[in-house]
């Protein structure tokens, strides 16, 4: 499917889960999109598998450049760490919020949906995370379920790296029907 011309922001940090953020970015890339790497500073990420250092990934833009309005949607990797400290950054927050409002598609997986549930734009929303987080989600006021995808309005949401192919698939036809 082509998606070609569509700005999707990545926002993650340091301790992202390496596969959550640079398989969705590849296939997201193929299908013609624009992908742009978001972080809540300047220069390098980086990245784990599990608790295993792996990769720096470089930063294309900082929080207090970005700008939700020049994005066409939004993918949210997990990690545990890395959605720790994305939950509480204010100016993560304000994007998701934003990037809600506006109901522009929202990609998000494993811990991710943290960030969703501090931003405030979880209650009542259906989707899925890895399974350590479910008890956040709905006492946040989400229907939580255990599949590989769900996809609620403008949300697409995953469990783990296990999901990433249906992940992908789901995504790209979101962001391509959007």
């Given at each position: 499917?082509?998606?070609?011309?569509?700005?999707?922001?990545?926002?993650?940090?340091?301790?992202?889960e390496e596969s959550e953020l640079i398989k969705p970015k590849?296939?997201?890339?193929?299908?013609?999109?624009?992908?742009?790497?978001?972080?809540?500073?300047?220069?390098?990420?980086?990245?784990?598998r599990h608790e295993v250092k792996t990769i720096m990934l470089?930063?294309?833009?900082?929080?207090?450049?970005?700008?939700?309005?020049?994005?066409?949607?939004?993918?949210?990797?997990?990690?545990?760490?890395?959605?720790?400290?994305?939950?509480?950054?204010?100016?993560?927050?304000?994007?998701?919020?934003?990037?809600?409002?506006?109901?522009?598609?929202?990609?998000?997986?494993?811990?991710?949906?943290?960030?969703?549930?501090?931003?405030?734009?979880?209650?009542?929303?259906?989707?899925?995370?890895?399974?350590?987080?479910?008890?956040?989600?709905?006492?946040?006021?989400?229907?939580?379920?255990?599949?590989?995808?769900?996809?609620?309005?403008?949300?697409?949401?995953?469990?783990?790296?296990?999901?990433?192919?249906?992940?992908?698939?789901?995504?790209?036809?979101?962001?391509?029907?959007?």
């Amino acid at each position: 499917m082509d998606i070609a011309g569509k700005r999707v922001a990545i926002i993650a940090t340091d301790l992202f889960e390496e596969s959550e953020l640079i398989k969705p970015k590849e296939a997201l890339d193929q299908a013609g999109a624009k992908t742009v790497v978001i972080a809540p500073h300047a220069g390098q990420i980086q990245a784990v598998r599990h608790e295993v250092k792996t990769i720096m990934l470089p930063v294309d833009q900082t929080l207090s450049e970005a700008r939700p309005e020049d994005f066409d949607a939004v993918l949210l990797p997990g990690g545990a760490l890395n959605a720790d400290e994305l939950r509480v950054n204010r100016q993560a927050q304000e994007f998701i919020r934003a990037m809600d409002d506006a109901n522009k598609p929202i990609a998000v997986i494993c811990h991710g949906p943290w960030l969703l549930a501090s931003a405030g734009v979880i209650q009542g929303r259906h989707l899925t995370s890895y399974h350590t987080i479910a008890d956040d989600l709905i006492n946040a006021g989400a229907e939580w379920t255990d599949e590989e995808v769900v996809t609620d309005g403008n949300w697409v949401s995953s469990r783990q790296p296990d999901d990433i192919p249906a992940f992908n698939d789901a995504v790209i036809s979101h962001i391509a029907a959007a």
